[in-house]
């Protein structure tokens, strides 16, 4: 059963647009969300993340939002760079026993 | 930022033999180690959770006696994977905790298992 789904496999952005990826998860219990970049064949690499007492966590050009509410959150990368090409993650925690990933969403950024 | 690291990087085995990869936590102590698995196209999916002297916690559908998981020591973590068959072929990553946080976790580059 998939805790977390990321239900965009793949996103096309032009460089200097934005760039938002979405994250849905089922179990209310998760309080900490993290999102990871990964390139082919390398071990994925921590991101940004988000606690559940905050809706909001911005880190330079990466910024995440979380909608409890609706059990949503989203990257956003702006101005998207084709460096950000990547498979991105996001991962959920209930107590930091566990981490559950997404199916990952593919961004290209279009030169 | 803390560094993990496995070996191999890459391996071929054959069928019917086993491999093992090692996941060490290079400039500091990891009490948790995490084994994960990466099919194509999908999503890492946690095999198990390695704690340093005690016995690893397996995932629902894992076999513990095929993926045998040892965490000897506050920086070594190892994944044996025995009698390996084709199917078995997959890219296996390892997380460590740093210490710094409770949630944030560091990972290995991986190691891209090939059973022939």
Partial sequence: DQQVKQNSPSLSVQEGRISILNCDYTNSMFDYFLWYKKYPAEGPTFLISISSIKDKNEDGRFTVFLNKSAKHLSLHIVPSQPGDSAVYFCAASANGNQFYFGTGTSLTVIP | GAVVSQHPSWVICKSGTSVKIECRSLDFQATTMFWYRQFPKQSLMLMATSNEGSKATYEQGVEKDKFLIN??????????????????????????????????????????????
């Fill in chain 2, 71 to 116: 965490h000897a020591s506050l920086t070594l973590s190892t994944l044996t994977v025995t009698s390996a068959h084709p199917e078995d072929s997959s890219f296996y990553i390892c997380s460590a905790f740093s210490g710094t946080s409770a949630y944030e976790q560091y990972f290995g580059p991986g190691t891209r298992l090939t059973v022939t």
